[in-house]
């Protein structure tokens, strides 16, 4: 079996709503995801690429068809608590380091857990510094601690490594899933992800 | 049972690819596919969209993937025989106008069969008049007849009619799928248009 990476950003609600299935994905196939911290924005700068915002902002049909495909998505999935976040955009650079500084203080799944909530299900504005380490203290983190981890050069540093390593495997948005070599893009193919994984997937190519 | 429309363009290699495995799904479900010509460049102009290839054409990374995407859907359908087409972008006007003029004249589901081959099959510059003739007159159509009723103002205003609709209904690109009043778009809806058929797939919106 091989193994399968998630590769996130707290700003997309795309892979805010795959992090909402993952754990059913997890318990009928096995196995787990193994989420990586990215900075979406670094990885549209490698890219050239853009968000969906942007890039489809004026195409009101495309604009639509998106919406009706995260409608489709949330009934499909019983997901009944979903908000658009009113201070978008939000700046997600601490909130990534943070999450390399929670997986150095073995607090990572709590904290993906805990800030991709409120993100996209409670919203707040995640780029203000006294809101995070409210959030955080609310929470029962050691803010002052993990906000200072978040800032060290180790943690800076393997963000911007964890960014460029994804790009290289051919990262260009979010949300990007690795089975073994395999690359899958967008909350619709984790149905790919997931047959990939079992070996039912169709293998073409060298990911 | 709903209706299933496919709106069309022989100049999109993904329509194409849908039109390929369109038999199997027909045979599944027991319900034919009604296919509805569009002129793609209307469309694109109407939504302010763009050809995949202009719009990630500088995204190196999204186009690998795409191509990626392609090869998985080739192999999963036991595809075979795919080109791309050296002569693009081939204009598809008098070839849309024609599959209208095919629909006059009882020959559609021929003519759409063999443009859409020799466009993406074994590909031609199928936006030379001489070379739509001798595939027309190659294949036993009245090639004469039905290239002067493509360019009848009752068939320019059908093409321009039918897009005018798909617009206003939701399309932006191409493929895009209606099983009833819901929307589809992408060779890899297919598999949600036929759950949507089966009433198994998920109603959320107006479509």
Known sequence: MSEIAFHFDFGSPNAYLAHRVIPAIEQRIGARFRYVPILLGGVFKATNNRSPAEAFGDIPNKRAFMELETQRFLARHGITDFRRNPFFPVNTLTLM???????????????????????????????????????????????????????SPEVKQELARNTEASVARGTFGSPTFFVGEEMFFGKDQLRDVEEAFLGRGVRAGAG
Chains 1, 2 share one sequence.
């Open 97 to 151: 380091r943070g999450a390399v500084a929670a997986q150095h203080e073995g607090e990572f799944a709590r904290y993906v857990d805990i800030v991709f909530h409120h993100m996209w299900s409670a919203p707040k504005k995640l780029d203000a510094p006294d809101v995070i380490r409210a959030l955080l203290e609310e929470h029962g983190f050691d803010a002052q601690r993990l906000l200072d981890r978040a800032q």
